[in-house]
């Protein structure tokens, strides 16, 4: 949680500092606008990050995403085998019907 804590503050403070500085300025100027576009990005940023954080430091996270790609992969190979026209090498055959002599 403290990786968590520490990216939001970092990714966060930007924006809302730059919003304390506009509100108190009456200056309006295409600088203004890149720095709002700056710290929107940092903050996306941070809720682009955050899955990931927790996805590698999160143990119940980690447990979960585990089992679901074990359960993807026997499913997917499951699925893969299954499949009309597949052979063991992971290939395709056309149907049958579909070859010429």
Excluded at 15 to 37: C, E, K, L, P, R
Excluded at 85 to 97: L, V
């Amino acid at each position: 949680m403290i990786v968590v804590s520490v990216a939001f503050v970092f990714c966060w403070f930007p924006s809302a500092f730059y919003f304390i500085i506009v509100d108190n300025t009456t200056q309006t100027s295409s600088d203004m606008f890149a720095g709002y576009y700056a710290t929107v990005f940092v903050a996306y940023l941070y809720i682009c990050m955050n899955p990931f954080i927790y996805a590698v430091k999160h143990e119940g996270v980690k447990g979960k995403l585990v089992s679901l790609m074990a359960w993807l992969r026997r499913v997917g190979v499951a699925a893969v085998a299954d499949a009309p026209g597949s052979n063991t090498a992971g290939g395709t055959h056309p149907p049958s019907h579909m070859h010429r002599t």
